[in-house]
């Protein structure tokens, strides 16, 4: 369907009521899409009864089926109005073409009506804005931790040089990560929460997680609770189901799965301004540090990219980490400036 040419919607009006509640659902309407769902408002009251029934259907499957997914209940929404009987649409601001023949206080009252219903268009275009879901992107500086609560009283915290956009959904909460690293504590509520890193989709059952956007592959950990992770949006294929204390690498090319022998808690070093790593890459270590300093370190070569450490320091001390490197003997290390160079010897 294109919702800027309303007169080519299909369905009864009652349909119509529920495809402009779903676009309405999906994001902030364009200027053209925002004066056709006006105009197509302003038509008839048929219309705005129609609309304010599929918010109305919205609440009540909502709140019947808490567990169900956005699709199945769409599919519900569209079934309701698909049921509903096709309704004479009566334009709003016709002029008045009724017969003699009908009583003038049928005819109060049909005008009465008309005239509520005008003002509820008035109104709902007046409100339109806060019965939009909102996207909102909020991000932590270079060196900066910065904790969140959202709408729904999930609390995050964001990793330094980290960036999430929110979606606070009629019948979900989407988060995608876009950079860096986020940890989720999840408030309760009936809307499913589902984290987006790529083509990866982490589905919260009531937890606290961590969740790494990283050069090679996307590292989640369970703190408390459980979360599915899925790959892919209209083919979606469930890669794992991890428990309290789990944690795990996904590669962002292949999708595949590895678990990491770590306790779940060292993922949340970052918050008390720690990097720790356990048989890591170089390259995935010098990202972290590079999110909190101002001296940035670089790889030279591949093989010193690939090389693995073990350790924790202080993710604002690049002077320890320099003298990490140094002193290990597969690694050449040189300063310039703000630039750490590190070379395979």
């Known amino acids: 369907m294109n919702p800027d040419i309303t007169d080519c919607m299909d369905g009864s009006v009652a349909e119509q009521g ?4 779903l676009i309405n659902r999906d994001g902030a309407l364009s200027d053209v899409q925002r004066r056709a769902f006006l105009a197509w408002l302003r038509r008839s009251p048929e219309h705005v009864r129609a609309y304010l029934r599929a918010l109305d259907l919205h609440r009540q499957v909502g709140e019947a089926m808490p567990a169900a997914s956005s699709d199945l209940l769409e599919g519900m929404l569209m079934e309701a109005g698909a049921r509903r009987p096709t309704a004479k649409v009566v334009p709003l601001f016709a002029r008045n073409a009724a017969s003699s023949a009908v009583p003038a206080r049928r005819g109060r009252r049909r005008w009465a009506a008309l005239a509520a219903a005008a003002c509820l268009v008035l109104v709902l275009g007046a409100s339109l804005s806060r019965l939009w879901p909102q996207e909102q ?3 932590a500086g270079h060196g900066e931790l910065r904790e969140l609560v959202l709408a729904d ?3 995050v915290r964001l990793n330094a040089d980290s960036a999430i956009r929110v979606r606070m959904g009629w019948l979900d909460r989407r988060v ?4 860096g690293e986020a940890s989720f504590d999840v408030a309760p509520d009936r809307r499913a929460f589902e984290v987006q890193v790529g083509e990866l989709r982490v589905r919260d059952i009531g937890t606290v997680f961590d969740v790494s956007r990283r050069l090679q592959n996307t590292r989640i950990g369970v703190v ?3 979360v599915e992770v899925w790959r892919g949006d209209s083919d979606q294929q469930r890669l794992a189901s991890l428990i309290a204390g789990r944690v795990v690498l996904v590669d962002n090319d292949t999708g595949a799965v590895q678990p990491l022998d770590m306790p779940a808690s060292m993922l949340l070093d970052w918050q008390h301004r720690k990097v720790s790593f356990l048989d890591e890459r170089l390259d995935e270590v010098a990202a972290a540090f590079n999110r909190h300093n101002r001296v940035q370190v670089v790889i030279e070569d591949d093989a010193a990219a690939a090389m693995r450490l073990s350790g924790s320091l202080d993710a ?3 002077v320890a980490l320099q003298a990490f490197l140094a002193r290990d003997p597969r690694f050449k290390v040189q300063r310039r400036g703000d630039t750490v160079h590190v070379h395979s010897r």
């Open 18 to 21: 529920v495809q402009w509640f």
């Open 153 to 155: 009283r999930t609390e």
């Open 316 to 318: 604002d001390r690049i």
């Open 137 to 139: 992107v909020l991000a």
């Open 176 to 179: 995608e990560l876009l950079r």
């Open 224 to 226: 408390s609770g459980e």
